[in-house]
């Protein structure tokens, strides 16, 4: 079910970036703790936790993709259990999972537990289009709405503004829709987006 774009590559960006650099974002958050040997403490063990945690979500992952019942409660559990950046991105995945097989109300659970564990603002900002997209489909659409405006970040807005106005077009709001496209179109948004956005605006402004 195609209930939000690809952003699949986003995801796998993300994936990347903690993969590469989760350790020293953890570690940098705390410069400044004081006493050298309760901060070496600390980072040995904050280190050897979020390793900890990447190699199980590596496994979870793993086995979350079998499609087995197991597969999805061990991801579950791990998504409940973790509080760190693996917690959200599994949290990501069950989502997905669940678009896949149009069980739009369990990828909603999903995606609110997995903001409430996002780290990053990058992150927050991708969960929240997701969720919004997904509550949008559901006819949610004052949650939809507030999902949106929980969006900060600017390369963000283009594609932010799209789903905004398709909220308020279900709402019947035909100038509040054509100005979130128009401010989409305004946005630093793909090329293939813009194009979307066109034909939206196009459609409201003729109707």
């Not at 050897?48 to 190699?55: F, K, R, W």
């Not at 496994?59 to 998504?79: C, D, N, P, R």
């Not at 066109?198 to 003729?206: D, W």
Request: without cysteine; aromatic residues 6%.
């Amino acid at each position: 079910m195609e209930v939000y774009t690809n952003e699949n590559d986003q995801v796998d960006a993300i994936k990347r970036f903690f993969a590469n650099n989760g350790v020293a974002l953890v570690v940098g958050l705390v410069i400044g703790v004081g006493g050298v040997f309760g901060w070496n403490y600390w980072q040995s063990h904050k280190t050897n936790v979020l390793q900890e945690s990447a190699q199980k979500y590596e496994a979870v992952s793993t086995q979350l993709h079998s499609g087995t019942v197991q597969g999805i409660e061990a991801a579950q559990k791990f998504a409940a259990e973790t509080d760190d950046v693996y917690s959200a991105m599994m949290g990501l995945e069950l989502a997905q999972i669940s678009v896949d097989k149009g069980d739009l109300a369990n990828a909603q659970k999903a995606l609110t537990y997995a903001l409430a564990k996002a780290k990053t603002v990058d992150m927050q900002d991708l969960i929240s289009f997701r969720l919004a997209r997904v509550q949008l489909a559901l006819g949610n659409l004052d949650q939809a709405m507030t999902s949106i405006e929980n969006i900060k970040g600017k390369s963000w807005q283009a594609a932010a503004q799209d789903v905004r106005g398709d909220v308020l077009l279900q709402k019947g709001d035909k100038a509040g829709a054509k100005a979130a496209y128009t401010q989409g179109l305004e946005s630093d948004g793909s090329q293939s987006l813009r194009g979307i956005l066109t034909l939206k605006l196009n459609n409201v402004s003729n109707s």
